[in-house]
């Protein structure tokens, strides 16, 4: 069995930003490539101005493809703009992938929950959960969706675009960070994950946003020690797993650097992650690391 990741260069840019999320999925992917996984990496297709409408309003999606209007970079640089179809597409195709295998597959894509309906910020520019929910139901593929969204910050785009477009019976949103969201609670968010998850079991699919940034040395977070958040990933995918729930799961933020500037605690994070929905469905290396360096980071 193998690792269903969906991935083109196409979906990467450089958006001149303070976040790496643009350009991080080829990084993401060179990582992953080390760690002896067997993956199927799948080409997504881009999603149509028409899937996208499904989410969003129209002249706002063409105002930004057409270098019109910002991006959630706050900027109009068409090497972003290409990508955006993409980044969505990347999601869609995961998620389809989930739905036929009925367990799950992998979007190394980010910056989508701070998009609403009509507007882009907080380096988000379309909502790629949502336009994938949409589609996804549109088409009859699913009844209902859940979105467990893990990253530091809370979702205000998604839950914009679901109260407009009256998504809420059949869109199940969910970010612990409110709850949560400080060292002195980790232990009890990740006692109740399980419990947290039941808000899903009559979902035909999740889409989960494994975030980086809720590290506890993130400049933008801080609660989730490394080994944490990889039992976050682990209980989720876990969870999931025995409620036969498909899954469908990205990167979301993640804004560490290391001493030379680079963004490696990032990617071992995602690493992690991807080690952990490994492990659920035991699906093994070609050969073994040291698995407690390798975890801890």
């Given at each position: 069995m193998k690792l269903s990741i969906h991935y083109t260069p196409k979906m990467v840019a450089?958006?001149?930003?303070?976040?790496?999320?643009?350009?991080k999925p080829v990084q993401v992917m060179d990582s992953w490539a080390d760690?002896?996984?067997p993956l199927d990496i799948v080409a997504p297709v881009p999603v149509s101005v028409d899937q996208l409408s499904l989410a969003h309003d129209r002249a706002f999606i063409e105002g930004v493809l057409s270098g019109k209007l910002n991006n959630g970079f706050g900027n109009t640089l068409p090497s972003v703009a290409t990508s955006l179809p993409y980044t969505s597409g990347v999601m869609l195709s995961a998620a389809r992938a989930a739905l036929a295998n009925q367990w799950g597959a992998i979007a190394p894509c980010s910056g989508f929950h701070h998009a609403g309906y009509d507007h882009a910020g907080g380096?988000?520019?379309?909502?790629?959960?949502?336009?994938?929910?949409?589609?996804?139901?549109?088409?009859?593929?699913?009844?209902?969706?859940?979105?467990?969204?893990?990253?530091?910050?809370?979702?205000?785009?998604?839950?914009?675009i679901i109260d407009r477009l009256h998504f809420g019976d059949r869109v199940v949103h969910y970010t612990p960070c409110r709850a949560f969201g400080r060292?002195?609670?980790?232990?009890?968010?990740?006692?109740?994950?399980?419990?947290?998850?039941?808000?899903?079991?009559?979902?035909?699919?999740?889409l989960y946003q494994?975030?980086?940034?809720?590290?506890?040395?993130?400049?933008?977070?801080?609660?989730?020690?490394?080994?944490?958040?990889?039992?976050?990933?682990?209980?989720?995918?876990?969870?999931?797993?025995k409620l036969c729930i498909?899954?469908?799961w990205n990167l979301a933020g993640g804004y560490q650097r290391d001493e030379a500037g680079t963004i490696r605690p990032v990617l071992t994070i995602h690493d992690n992650t991807l080690r952990a929905f490994a492990e659920t469905w035991g699906v093994e290396a070609a050969c073994c690391e040291d698995s407690e360096s390798a975890l801890w980071g």
């Open positions: 450089d958006a001149n930003s303070y976040s790496p999320s643009a350009g760690l002896g996984l380096y988000c520019t379309f909502n790629g959960l949502m336009v994938t929910a949409a589609i996804l139901l549109a088409e009859g593929k699913a009844r209902k969706i859940g979105i467990l969204d893990c990253d530091q910050h809370w979702g205000d785009g998604t839950q914009d060292p002195q609670r980790a232990e009890a968010f990740l006692a109740m994950l399980p419990q947290l998850l039941m808000a899903f079991s009559d979902c035909d699919l999740v494994a975030g980086a940034d809720p590290h506890i040395d993130d400049p933008l977070g801080g609660w989730l020690t490394t080994g944490q958040l990889y039992r976050r990933d682990a209980r989720v995918f876990d969870g999931l797993r498909p899954v469908a």
